[in-house]
């Protein structure tokens, strides 16, 4: 999953929800219509929040997985 290309990294670690959502929707405004957003979170909720997220704003969620108790989620902006 590391191989996967990336726009932006946002480190959302150490934050429970629902910010790392609040920071994400934040970057995401900020981005063009295709970029990916890289998202580094340690909560274990994001894993839901993440995929309801994507659903509920019609940005896609092309991958997501964890490494070391560190989430990683890519999201496409719509």
């Not at 191989?3 to 150490?14: C, I, M, N, S, V």
């Not at 219509?33 to 993440?50: E, H, N, R, Y």
């Amino acid at each position: 999953m590391s191989d996967e290309h990336y726009d932006r990294e946002l480190d959302a670690t150490g934050l429970n929800c629902p910010l790392p959502i609040l920071r994400t929707k934040k970057a995401l405004g900020e981005m063009a219509s295709g970029q990916i957003l890289k998202v580094k979170a340690t909560d274990p909720g994001s894993v839901k929040d993440f995929e309801s997220f994507a659903k509920q704003t019609g940005n896609k969620l092309l991958a997501s997985g964890q490494e070391d108790g560190v989430f990683c989620f890519y999201l496409q902006k719509a």
